[in-house]
């Protein structure tokens, strides 16, 4: 399958109501059914779009990695309607990337991030690129398979800042499992099925410039290197970032 379809799930005709922000077994039921159903990437489509819904979320979002730990695709993605998808556009992205956030999922076991704007210093590659999504908030919710990172499920709000709750956080990684495991299992794959169908030279990161961002092309970055508080990416063109 290559692509994956966008879902706008309307969380009064799928939830039962319940307590706080936790769901209620009967809506467990009904994700592990959608995730059973014959075409599991439209399952997990589903699953994102009424748990994007439920926790506010304005994107929702599944993240694998491939086996040496060196890119990460998105494979499938839910947006509220009026946002912009950023499915086509993260793929085959340099692990180094996220290493901010990859270091919190290890220490963690999550990573929220209240305001992109505050990011650290170190963090300025990972901001440059969820500013350029217009990410206002981010929390992520980590798969490990024999010690190594696989999945990472994640929620971005872009209307306004969000901080989610600890129950929340809870059910979020609960279904994030849930999603491992149906994919893994039964074979979906959604544009990880086909990653060599994209076009490198299509693909851009954005990355810290000064005062602003540059767009620089995948296929032109070679090597991507941690210097203290600063992430350093050399180019074909032998420019730095």
């Not at 300025?124 to 919710?141: D, I, K, T, Y």
């Amino acid at each position: 399958m290559y692509g994956a379809k966008q879902h706008s799930v309307r969380v009064s005709e799928t939830v039962k109501p319940s307590r706080g922000r936790q769901l209620a077994a009967e809506n467990w039921k009904r994700l592990a059914e959608w995730l059973l159903a014959e075409d599991v990437d439209e399952g997990v489509n589903r699953v994102l779009a009424l748990m994007g819904e439920l926790h506010r979320a304005d994107r929702a979002w599944v993240i694998r990695y491939d086996d040496d730990f060196t890119v990460l695709w998105i494979t499938h993605e839910w947006v509220r309607p009026g946002i912009e998808p950023q499915l086509m556009k993260l793929q085959g992205v340099p692990v180094e990337v996220g290493l901010w956030i990859h270091e919190r999922l290890h220490r963690d076991g999550f990573c929220m991030i209240p305001e992109v704007d505050a990011l650290p210093r170190r963090a300025r590659m990972l901001q440059a690129e969820l500013q350029r999504q217009s990410v206002r908030s981010l929390l992520g919710l980590p798969v490990f398979r024999e010690g190594r990172l696989a999945f990472l499920i994640g929620y971005d709000a872009v209307r306004a800042p969000m901080v989610w709750e600890e129950s929340e956080i809870r059910d979020l990684a609960d279904v994030a499992e849930l999603i491992s495991r149906a994919l893994t299992i039964r074979g979906g794959g959604g544009v990880w099925a086909d990653p060599g169908s994209l076009d490198p030279a299509s693909r851009t990161l954005h990355l810290r410039n000064g005062a602003g961002s540059v767009a620089v092309p995948m296929a032109e970055i070679v090597w991507v290197e941690a210097d203290g508080d600063y992430t350093i990416v050399h180019t074909t063109t032998r420019q730095r970032f």
